[in-house]
């Protein structure tokens, strides 16, 4: 990895090059919640001063700029008699600033999925090509487990990665992309002593996680316990509302569907994200339902988590940002979930 | 106009409304810029807010309003006789809608209250499926004109129209949304059916479930997340209450 450092003011000056020919999502402030804390969520900003890189977590997680709720697959038209079809990628060059190592860790793991398999989508791949991405190191929140999920360190995914050393940034540059940026602002070659406080700033956000899940072994727990009761314990609590998947940062399942204009002579063919705690995820034609109850819905969910994942992809899909634990209205959330189903392990 | 080589049938369809604010109907008149496809793709036989013309030949007609008078009982029976599908359309007519509100009430303390020495005929409301068999029901107050103009694609085409199961978080996370309980608001979003889009929360205010309950809600954990809230079971039973889809479960 190649390191520069970087003034805060330098900072500015490069994402203010960035804004004249990128659209720039940024960490944005969207108001208070009930409690008087703040709500981040990752918008389209204008100007510099409106990102917030002091957020803790957000709202929503930056997925949805590579995978949108919904998503335009495809237009066709008809006309006498034929048909032709126009299908878009979205290319237009746009820039990420502030994400986070879990939400990058993320990327890397969609990109498993959607951009290295057999049949890569076209339609991720644009996005995620076109994509600049500026992460930054925090300190951790009080419920982020992402280091127990070895998501809070970030090798590549990104373009630059900060690290706040206080009055400088270090920087990691871990593309041309993000090395040719850098060259337009007074970037500094690393010193001794910014290496010592990297370290040392890096030394402590490793040791100040308060929140820590144990995953070793969890693939084999879960099928020791398919049958456990604490799955339908938590399972009755699930409002199958979907929003755990929404705010997910890897979450990928999606349904389609064809929208016909009113006059019948175009329609579209639109992907929208689904949830597989909705109630009809695993229901086939003919109308039999896999899944029919709150519980055993809520248990594939942590099976795809923590073991589907797993045996596809030698990690979890989980990177414990627990946004799906925030968002829950019923409190279900994967670190008191996942101590639950130990606890079941080590009983009689 | 073809599609896929198919051709669109043109569904007969008259429009009626009984107690209601008539809102349903305007929508099914909004949305200008497909309006002209809209009446198109159907062919109108009945429908007093677009038509002058009042034929009675009708294959399906859209039901707006709930029965709250003992007369309408007698004109809603007339239209099942003609329908080969009669669909309900708006809370009024799925749930009784707000005029349902009238059932806490002794019905002469209500007519009083209302039209002072002058009481009108009043009875007490009932959705239509009540009175007569519906055989769909688009709920929504008011209905949303692009769930409409699909239901309507698929009368077109006899291919059946499925509507979301999911609540309306699912909505609300879509468009960004911040929840409206996070924000410490009474929400029914996670047990309301989905489908109008969300636009009252994405609006600032808590769902009031016009659309009644999803397939397969949680009540009970509902209820138990919203006292731990710190709502009341009356403020909650008031909401719940608002629009008549959650009868029964207050």
Known sequence: ????????????????????????????????????????????????????????????????????????LSTYRFENGEWEQDIRYRIQPRAIIGMHACDINALLKLDKVMARDKFPSPYYVSRRRNTFIVGIDHEPAEKCFCQSVGADTVTHGFDLFLTDLGDRYFVAINS??????????????????????????????????KTKVRIDNLPNLLDIEFESDMWKKWGNKCLSCGSCAMVCPTCYCYGVAEHVSMDFTKGQKVKQLHSCNL????????GHNFRPTRSSRLKYRYYHQHRGFVEAYDEPKCVGCNRCGTVCLAGINPPEVIADLQAEGHGP | MKYLRLEPKRPRIGVF????????????????????????????????????????????????????????????????????????????????????????????????????????????????????????????????????????????????????VYPVCVECKQRFTTCMMEKGQLCLGSIAQAGCNAPCPAGGLGCWGCRGPAPDHNFEEFMTLAKQRGFSEKEISERLGFFGGFEGRR
């Open chain 1, 1 to 72: 990895m190649l390191f520069k450092t970087l003034t805060k003011k330098d900072f500015r000056s490069l994402v203010e090059i960035i804004l004249q020919s990128n659209e720039v999502i940024g960490p944005k402030k969207s108001g208070t919640n009930k409690d008087g804390n703040p709500i981040h969520k990752f918008l389209p900003v204008a100007k510099f001063e409106e990102i917030d890189l002091g957020y803790q977590t957000t709202e929503f997680s930056p997925k949805t700029y590579f995978l949108p709720y919904k998503e335009n």
């Open chain 1, 176 to 209: 041309d992309r993000g090395f040719n940026a850098l060259a337009k602002v007074d970037a500094k070659l690393v010193t001794e002593k910014d290496s010592h406080d990297y370290l040392a700033v890096r030394a402590k956000i490793q040791n100040s996680f």
């Open chain 1, 279 to 286: 109630v009809d995820f695993a229901e086939v034609a003919g």
């Open chain 2, 17 to 164: 409304d009984f107690t209601s604010c008539e809102g349903c109907e305007l929508q099914l008149a909004n949305h200008e810029e497909t309006l002209v496809p809209f009446l198109k793709a159907i062919e109108v036989v009945n429908f007093r807010e677009v038509s002058s013309y009042k034929g009675e030949d009708y294959d399906i007609a859209l039901i707006e309003g709930c029965i709250s008078r003992d007369d309408e009982v007698g004109r809603i029976e007339k239209i099942r006789a003609q329908a080969k599908v009669l669909v309900a359309i708006g809370s009024c007519a799925c749930f009784g809608g707000v005029n349902r509100l009238k059932n806490a009430y002794n019905l002469d303390e209500a007519n009083k209250e209302v039209y002072g020495d002058k009481p009108k005929s009043t009875a007490k409301v009932r959705a239509i499926k009540e009175v007569v068999k519906v055989d769909l029901e688009i709920p929504g107050c008011p209905i949303n004109k692009l769930e409409v103009e699909r239901i309507v694609q698929c009368l077109a085409f006899e291919v059946p129209f499925n509507f979301p």
